[in-house]
């Protein structure tokens, strides 16, 4: 059995448009392009959210629910997040009529034709940012990057990680793994998982180092706790709220744009 949930918002007495949002799974940046994306719509369309695994077990599921469902929606905006995108996924996206089409968060080269698209660029969005922060980055004796490799952004954004520090002759090294040996003064770490985090954390603690003066930390996505944790960890995040705004535009506009989504950086205590 698949593992889907779906939300309808019968939001409108005399819809216009009526759109199927599907996301891999619920979380909490997902929920803010949710947000952004009812916010921009302003009750102009019904909107349904359906939240279904794209994995190998699920994607003939998948297929025949958008199959029957593509008499039924004007716009199917899908987020495809998941670590990997099988045959059988792709077949069924490219099935959709691209003027019914529209892809949140990453752009994938097997799909066909002209659609819409709001998309993040991590390699150039982190490349900027580093740029941008170079002054903060130069205190720090080496840069650290820590990915987790299953993510398939990681491979990008070590490569605009690795563009910045060679154009501008830094130390740097890409870790797969926390430990205590990996973890050294005066140097900076920018990481992507939540639980390594929390790992390089703990060890800066058990050596009673200060974050943003003993040890930098500058880590990937926003999140509520991380306004708070040690005084406050910098991120670099993509605005998801916006995101979904601008996916709601291209809908209500009719247009098969391809928009990179803007990149924040929010400097707080930890770099």
């Not at 077949?91 to 949140?104: A, D, Q, V």
């Not at 490349?127 to 398939?152: C, G, H, R």
């Amino acid at each position: 059995m698949s593992n889907t949930l779906t939300i309808s918002l019968n939001n409108t007495k005399n819809k216009v448009l009526k759109v199927l949002l599907i996301f891999n799974k619920f979380s909490d940046f997902r929920s803010e392009i949710y947000e952004g994306f009812l916010a921009q719509i302003n009750e102009k369309a019904e909107v349904d959210l359906y939240i279904h695994q794209m994995n190998n077990q699920s994607s003939v599921h998948f297929g025949e629910v958008i199959k029957e469902k593509l008499a039924t929606y004007d716009y199917f905006a899908i987020m495809l997040h998941a670590t990997h995108i099988n045959e059988d996924v792709l077949k069924t996206i490219n099935s959709i009529p691209k003027e019914k089409l529209l892809i949140l968060d990453k752009r994938n080269e097997f799909i066909r034709g002209e659609y819409a698209c709001v998309y993040q660029d991590f390699e150039k969005d982190i490349y900027e940012v580093l740029s941008n922060a170079k002054v903060l980055i130069a205190k720090y004796a080496a840069l650290n990057f820590v990915i987790q490799e299953k993510y398939l952004y990681s491979v990008a954004i070590s490569e605009g990680v690795s563009r910045f520090a060679e154009e501008n002759k830094l130390v740097y090294t890409i870790y797969t793994e926390v430990s205590e040996a990996i973890i050294r003064k005066n140097e900076l770490y920018l990481i992507l998982s939540e639980s390594f985090l929390a790992e390089i954390l703990k060890i800066c603690d058990a050596h009673h180092w200060k974050i943003g003066k003993d040890v930098g930390i500058l880590s990937y996505h926003e999140t509520p706790i991380k306004q708070v944790l040690s005084g406050g960890i910098t991120v670099v995040t993509t605005d998801h709220f916006q995101l979904g705004k601008t996916a709601a535009e291209l809908i209500l506009n009719g247009k098969k744009e391809h928009i990179r989504n803007p990149v924040l950086f929010i400097q707080r205590n930890s770099l």
